[in-house]
């Protein structure tokens, strides 16, 4: 594959990530137990095949997703950079939230899965407590996974808006999600509102690329 092939598909791998990531959370999700759950209904979710397939399934669906994650934000802060002054700690900020977006997302998605996991042993019998305790785990990273994502957005919000890379509306909701990442995060499902943006920002730099049009350089600091 050549270099400027490369170039044309790796915006594509934000718009892909996206739909991975949140397609494998909402899986997984989908059949936690909530806060008020009892115990004899966290065992009969976690007793049920078709529960244990659905979260096996959002698991790697999210670790695909991570994957391609890692490729758009390795290329995001390739764009970024040509586009701000040398000092500019912006497109490390975007490239390192991406990195702790994948990582914690998995992370979480894993925890809150491994009760699941389990039944791939025939002896396996789950324990509610410990069901209830890891899926209160996977919660807070993928609250963590939530307020890096909002790092990754205001970095790319903070360089397309003084840029003109990306359209004026879409960088003021940008920068409204990340600061609503660090209180929302604490929500879970703040990274499905994430994932919305990412998609959306990635598949419009990818149209930008493809028409070819110019982007203006901001020769001041970012």
Do not use: C, K
Request: a neutral charge; glycine letters at 14%.
């Amino acid at each position: 594959m050549t270099e400027s092939r490369t170039e044309r598909l790796a915006p594509w791998a934000g718009v892909l990530a996206a739909a991975l990531m949140a397609g494998g959370f909402v899986l997984v999700g989908m059949d936690a137990p909530g806060s008020d759950a009892s115990r004899a209904e966290v065992l009969s979710t976690y007793g049920d095949d078709a529960v244990n397939s659905r979260q096996a399934a959002g698991v790697l669906i999210v670790a695909l997703g991570a994957v391609a994650l890692l490729g758009f934000a390795a290329h995001l802060r390739g764009v970024l950079a040509s586009r701000v002054a040398d000092t500019s700690p912006l497109p490390a900020a975007a490239f390192a939230g991406g990195i702790v977006l994948a990582g914690s997302l998995v992370g979480g998605t894993v925890m809150s899965a491994a009760v699941s996991a389990g039944s791939y042993f025939d002896s396996y019998r789950p324990d509610a407590d410990l069901a209830m305790t890891l899926v209160a785990g996977g919660f807070y990273l993928n609250g963590f996974a939530a307020i890096a994502g909002g790092l990754l957005i205001a970095a790319t919000s903070i360089v397309v808006w003084r840029t003109g890379l990306l359209p004026r509306w879409l960088t003021g909701v940008g920068l409204a999600i990340a600061v609503a990442s660090i209180p929302a995060g604490l929500l879970g499902m703040w990274i499905l509102v994430e994932t919305v943006w990412i998609a959306i920002a990635a598949g419009l730099l990818a149209r930008r690329r493809a028409v070819g049009a110019p982007a203006p350089i901001l020769g001041g600091a970012a």
